[in-house]
């Protein structure tokens, strides 16, 4: 089985706290494990002893989770997501196992990816997202990437032909 990934690019770092608490609902009872590094304080820590992912990832820094389920068009499990940001933007990437969307029916299938690509598309506008990568990982190699979501109008209905051959 591979994995897909899923990657914000570019995503505002003053965005953050708002879309982990908010938009990705994430709290200690969908949360399996955490790993932050907290450059103020120059100590390993985890997500419940976070106040602010944006003070955390200040003035530049990395951390990871890996999540139990998460709500994201379709309800996924088993999904690590990584933050690497600068003192701005940075990238946000989801990764799980291609079982989440790709199953035996092919109807379900094209359901999965339908809600998951509008969900998408929903966050790139509702975030200002440059681009969203979605693919086989390493999505961010243009040869495992299936749909690159960005300023140009994006078909929905022409990338789930391209998806779901």
Request: contains cysteine; negative net charge.
């Amino acid at each position: 089985m591979e994995n897909l990934e899923v990657i914000l690019t570019n995503f505002k770092k003053e965005e953050l706290n708002k879309f982990v608490l908010e938009e990705l609902s994430l709290s200690d009872l969908n949360i399996k494990s955490s790993h932050f590094y907290d450059s103020n304080s120059g100590q390993n820590i985890e997500f419940h002893q976070v106040k602010s992912i944006i003070d955390v990832l200040s003035p530049i820094g990395t951390g990871n989770m890996v999540i139990k389920y998460l709500e994201f068009g379709i309800i996924m499990k088993n999904i690590v997501i990584v933050f690497s940001f600068d003192e701005k933007l940075g990238d946000i990437v989801f990764n799980f196992p291609e079982s989440n969307v790709f199953v035996d029916d092919k109807g379900i299938t094209y359901s999965h990816c339908r809600k998951l690509l509008n969900y998408l598309v929903e966050l790139k506008e509702k975030y200002s997202i440059p681009s969203i990568r979605f693919g086989y990982e390493p999505a961010s190699d243009d040869d495992m990437c299936l749909i690159n979501i960005n300023d140009d109008k994006t078909n929905i209905a022409n990338a789930l032909e391209k998806i779901i051959i």
